[in-house]
Every structure is written in C-alpha cells, then in structure tokens.
C-alpha cells in the first residue's frame, strides 16, 4: 500500500493586484475588486473599471455566497497520492454574475454537487496564503 | 486588389513526418522531415522560402507540447527569410497562418513555411508533463486561477465547458460517441494514424471517466509528429504544380472575455464569433462546404464547431450526428476524414490542415470522399481560443 502523500495544492505568484484575494482568508474575508463609482465587481482584480472607465477600483468584502455555475468529477489520479474523486467547479458570485470563481467543492459528497446549488466559502491556509474553496449552504 | 488579403493567399504543399506513441527520432528531425515534404510538395526548394511561422512557438521545458520554434528550424534548413514569428498569443493554432497571411500582405515575404511540431507523447513517458504547470512551482499569468484546485489538465477545464453543454443540450453519451467511432472509422482507412482499430459504442462507454463528463474516447490522443504548410502569394501559387488551395476567409475575432473562467459564451465556446466573422468574409455558405476538418481536441470541441458554424442549430448536433451516417465519408458532411486528433494523433489542427489539403487535392486513397471535394472548413482550439478558415481548391 503507498502511502505517498497527496500533492499540494499549485499556488499562485502574488502580485499587487491579487494579494487580497489570497491572502483575505487570513481574517475570514472574500474580497473582490470593486468599482467605487458604479459599484461594479471587477473580477480577476484590475485596477479599473470597465463599465464606467473608473479607476477608483479597490478590493471590497463579499457575503462569500455563490451558487454553482458549472463542475466536473474528476477521476484521474493525475499525479501519485492525489484523492480523487473530487469536485473542480466554476461558481457565480452571489453579488454579480459575472464573477466567476474557480474553486473545489468541498464538505460534500462529489456526486452530490448539482447545477446552482449555493454554496459558501470556506478557507484552506497554504504556506503564506488561504485558498478559498467551496461549501453547500445546506447539505444535499 | 482583394478586399480581404486571405483571399490572396494559398497553401501550396504539404508534409507530414511519421506520427507515433514513441517517435524513433528527435522532434528537430520530425520537423526537418515535415518541412522538407511540403517544400517539395510546393515545388518549391529550400532558396524559396521567404517566410517562417509556428504556433505557439518553442516551448524548451520538456512538456513536448511544441518542442521546435522558429529559430530552431531556420537554423537546421539555414533558411534565410524575410519575416518569422511563433507566439501562443493568437486565434489558436492557425494564430501562424493568419500571422502569415499578414505578412504576406505586407509585402515581407511569397512563400511562407508554417509548421507545428509535438513531442508529448515521448515526453509523458519520461515524467509527469502537461502544457499548463509544473507541480511545486508557484503559477503566474491567466492559469494561476485554476492552478491552485487540482487542475492538471486542460481535461478538466473543458469538462466545465462540456459538462455544461450537456446540461444545456441534453446530449446523451451514446450520441456524443458517433464523433470518436466515425474517426477511428476514418483512421482505420488512414496509413498514418495512430489508432487504426474501429470501436464500438461499447468501446466508447466502457471507456474511462476523466472527469465527468469526459471519456478517455473523448479526448485526442498525445503523440509524436509534425506537420508543415507552404502558404504563398497567389501569384506564386499558380506557378507551383499544386492546384493552390486558396484561403477563402478566415475567423479570427476575440470578442469575448478572453479567459478559461470568465468566458462569456461558456458552453459554446469563443466560437460563434469567429465563425461569423470568417461568413462575413465570402459569399460562400454551409451548403457549398464539402467536408470539414473540426477541431477535436475532445469530441466536445467538434460538437460545438458543427453548431457554430452553423451546419446544425444550437444543440442540434445531437441530432445532426444521430447514427453517424450524415458525418461520416459517405455521407452529406464527412468530418474529420483522417481520423482527426482523437484517432490519428495530436497534431493539434495542423492534422487537420494537412488533411483537408490532402482531400481537396484528392490524395485521400482509401479515405478518398468522392465527388471531388473542393471546399472545406476547418477550425481549431477550445475554451477562449478559437480560429477558423474556409479553404477552396482553385
């Protein structure tokens, strides 16, 4: 039996304008960048808003609510130790619906997750970061 | 003077080195074999070509997704040309073609080589390899979003896009199947294919789950080859032996959000688009196309291109595929007649140029579609990328 350990978790380089989407679960927080002038979401994080050509674009708190957009269960063990099944899923911002969100699906079985179900953030700590990852809201 | 400069261009020649599981020769001397057939094919030698392109350009990290860029072909054939260039940035694959067809235009260059060149089937046998990430590194640029859940394949990203389209279009398993069971159909007839053995729909639906709802008989099939094109000037064309293959339009639009997770035209794809730009460019329509080479990097891909360029309604493929027979050699629109990516090999839509060339000039043996085709569209990659071409013989 192989008890090799399961793969990390790939990272992401941190720049200025990704810093607090990785690092806001440190306090529990899911910020997305947002306009100051016309309150639109502006996801990944640009220092611009491409609605109403505003620069005041800053890193806001969201409720952390979305609902599920689309998903795949996958089966492969693409490298040794990886756990599979798991759940990879792209999901709406409950605020915007433009605002997608890669993540895992996590706190449920993975032939449970549907199309739109709700689902709320949870937080992974990875070295220097939080991974935002995915729960239901009620369990299936 | 032509309004649109595609029209004053045309493939010329083709080649095409031995594609395998396990190549018995470098990537460099593939690429040397492919280039060398097509400049040959053209009648044209070596002092002629004035022109160099690739798609996506060398990638030397061992992933041996495109192991041979510009700068190292030129050097082997000591080619001395006018114009290059090799960059990922662009419509997909055929990024190299229109970038040619530009230059060509410009006056920088007559006869352009344009070539593509895999090496992964050798490199996943010597270790974990994949186009997108290294493992214990950390991930810059557009795929960092993705990196961090698991995503060790772009696999996995189109099956969101696929997975949804299923939602969507209510397709069933034993419908999509007629894509991968027409081609291995198609490459039972080719010499050069990789899998040459006909399947089942037994075969299809025994085959494993990658992630849901992706089969391993949807995905293409990574492998060791190259291909090479000579795109000329039309004037130049119609001295070379080749009736010329003229490039009739091209789709080459981004109008979308150009992003594997916010695309807005998900289960689609960039597709719409493109295929409408590439109508708007000639009076020709889906009754005058002959057969078509669609991209298959997963059967998903040739779903959503039978619908975007409009030969069926949106999530009508289901039903335009029924039984196989309309796509199929025989039938009304054969599809991917080589066999394609899923069973001739990852040549990653140079497969598929080489292929409509080789039918539109009848080279196609036992896979021959009778009636003489003349006209064929064709079209690569998925997710935020997406090209097409529509492709006349003169």
Not at chain 2, 36 to 46: H, P, V
Request: hydrophobic residues 40%.
């Amino acid at each position: 039996m192989s008890h090799q350990s399961a793969p990390r978790r790939v990272l992401p380089l941190i720049d200025g304008d990704n810093r607090t989407f990785w690092t806001g679960g440190e306090h529990g927080r899911l910020t997305i960048y947002r306009c100051g002038e016309c309150g639109y979401y502006v996801h990944p994080p640009v220092p611009f808003c491409p609605k109403c050509e505003s620069r005041k674009v800053a890193p806001e708190p969201v409720s952390g609510r979305a609902r599920v957009f689309s998903f795949t269960v996958n089966h492969k063990a693409w490298l040794p130790g990886l756990e599979e099944p798991y759940v990879l899923a792209l999901v709406t911002l409950a605020e915007q619906d433009d605002v997608r969100l890669v993540t895992n699906i996590v706190g449920c079985p993975p032939d449970g997750v549907t199309f739109d179900m709700e689902v709320e953030v949870v937080f992974e700590p990875a070295e220097d970061l939080w991974v935002p990852l995915f729960r239901p809201v009620k369990a299936p | 003077m032509s309004r649109y400069s595609e029209k004053d261009t045309a493939i010329v020649g083709i080649g095409m080195s031995e594609v395998s599981r396990g190549a018995s020769k470098s990537a460099l001397a593939l690429t040397v074999d492919a280039a060398l057939e097509a400049i040959t094919d053209a009648g044209l030698t070596r002092a002629d070509i004035d022109g160099l392109a690739t798609w996506p350009g060398e990638h030397a990290n061992g992933s041996g997704f495109s192991a041979v860029g510009c700068a190292t072909l030129q050097d082997a054939l000591r080619l001395e040309v006018n114009w290059y260039a090799g960059g990922g940035e662009a419509p997909g694959q055929y990024g190299a073609v229109f970038n040619a067809i530009g230059a060509i235009a410009a006056g920088l260059c007559r006869n352009v080589l344009i070539f593509r060149t895999m090496y992964e089937a050798t490199a996943r046998k010597t270790g974990f390899a994949n186009a997108l990430m290294k493992p214990g590194q950390r991930q810059g640029g557009p795929f960092a979003w993705y990196a961090p859940y698991h995503t060790y394949a772009a696999a996995l990203q189109q099956a969101l896009m696929f997975n949804l389209y299923v939602e969507k279009s209510g397709i069933r398993p034993e419908q999509v199947a007629q894509v991968p069971i027409n081609q291995r159909r198609n490459a039972s007839l080719n010499p050069k294919a990789v899998y040459r053995t006909p399947i089942t729909l037994d075969d299809y639906l025994a085959s494993p789950i990658i992630a849901t709802p992706l089969r391993l008989y949807d995905c293409d099939v990574p492998c060791d080859g190259a291909v090479a094109i000579v795109v000329s000037r039309m004037d130049v064309a119609r001295t070379l032996p080749n009736p010329p293959v003229r490039i009739e339009a091209v789709g080459s639009s981004m109008r979308y959000r150009n992003s594997w997770a916010q695309l807005d035209a998900f289960d689609t794809q960039a597709q719409p688009k493109v295929a409408k730009m590439m109508w708007s460019r000639t009076d020709l329509t889906t009754k005058d196309v002959d057969i078509a080479q669609l991209y298959d990097g997963f059967t998903f891909h040739t779903l959503n291109w039978l619908e975007n360029f409009g030969f069926c309604e949106r999530y009508g493929a289901k039903d335009f595929i029924a039984g196989g027979t309309r796509i199929a050699l025989e039938g009304e629109l054969p599809v991917n007649t080589g066999g394609g990516a899923l069973s001739g090999g990852r040549l990653h839509a140079y497969g598929a140029v080489h292929e409509a060339c080789t039918q539109l000039w009848g080279r196609g043996g036992a896979r021959q579609v009778k009636g003489e085709p003349s006209v064929c569209a064709t079209s690569t990659a998925g997710g935020p990328l997406a090209g097409c071409m529509l492709l006349v013989r003169d």
